[in-house]
């Protein structure tokens, strides 16, 4: 069992920047695949980048690659995703998840293949 609790967000103005942190309890978490999804209001949750258990590889969205980065510790059991240049359309609440199952890369970023959630974290960007 995983629980997850993010925090870090926040409002921003365009072009701003946030680190958001998702802090995991249990002894799986170091073998566990993590990533961020996001959901405006009104729209579907989606995908926003992942990272491998190990912190080797790690996998985005085409709408953020290049100004988020995933990043883990798993001494402090830690998953974050430093959110720049952040634009009014990233707006959404924020949820980090976990997952220990095996699964193709194709897959990576199907919120299916994951089983664990946190509460959500609101970011709000000003235009």
């Known amino acids: 069992q995983v629980q997850l609790i993010e925090s870090g967000g926040g409002l921003v103005q365009a072009g701003g920047s946030l680190r958001l942190s998702c802090a995991a309890s249990g002894r799986t978490f170091s073998t566990s695949t993590m990533a961020w999804f996001r959901q405006a209001p009104g729209k579907e949750r989606e995908f926003v980048a992942a990272?491998?258990?190990?912190?080797?590889?790690?996998y985005y969205a085409d709408s953020v690659k290049g100004r988020f980065t995933i990043s883990r510790d798993n001494v402090k059991n830690t998953e974050y995703l430093q959110m720049n240049t952040l634009k009014a359309e990233d707006t959404a609440v924020y949820y980090c998840?976990?997952?220990?199952?095996?699964?193709?890369?194709?897959?990576?970023?199907?919120?299916?293949?994951?089983?664990?959630w946190g509460q959500g974290t609101q970011v709000t960007v000003s235009s």
């Open positions: 998840a976990a997952s220990q199952r095996l699964f193709r890369v194709s897959d990576i970023q199907s919120s299916r293949q994951y089983d664990y």
């Open positions: 990272i491998t258990y190990s912190g080797t590889n790690t």
